[in-house]
């Protein structure tokens, strides 16, 4: 069964960046759409951005749209997501979430995706 592990999050100036990294260290991510979804104190889970398993397409929300990169490294069995232009509103536990779909990936819901992180932090403040 795959198991994922997010890393990379931290405490960021705003406007800073940080590159949070998703792998796998049990199976292969090769043939699984891979999300990224954060959840904010007092606030619901929301879709940040998802790679598909091939050819990689992207997409992501409107709120991180020219600001965050999803990118994939199948060799190292990791997903990364560059966040640039830090904001306030960006801080909030980060989840990495897996799974094999059938469809071009989504990050309307959770719910397409079975195999979660255990999330990592980001806050951005000054």
């Known amino acids: 069964q795959l198991q994922v592990v997010e890393s990379g999050g931290g405490l960021v100036q705003p406007g800073g960046s940080l590159r949070l990294s998703c792998a796998s260290h049990?199976?292969?991510?090769?043939?699984?759409?891979v999300a990224w979804f954060r959840q904010a104190p007092g606030k619901e889970r929301e879709g940040v951005s998802c790679i598909s398993s091939s050819p990689g397409t992207t997409n992501y929300a409107d709120s991180v749209k020219g600001r965050f990169t999803i990118t994939r490294d199948n060799a190292k069995n990791t997903v990364y997501l560059q966040m640039n232009s830090l904001k306030p509103e960006d801080t909030g536990v980060y989840y990495c979430a897996a799974d094999v779909l059938n469809f071009e990936c989504s990050i309307r819901t959770g719910d397409d995706y079975k195999f979660w992180g255990q999330g990592t932090q980001v806050t951005v403040s000054s």
């Open positions: 049990k199976g292969t991510l090769d043939f699984y759409a």
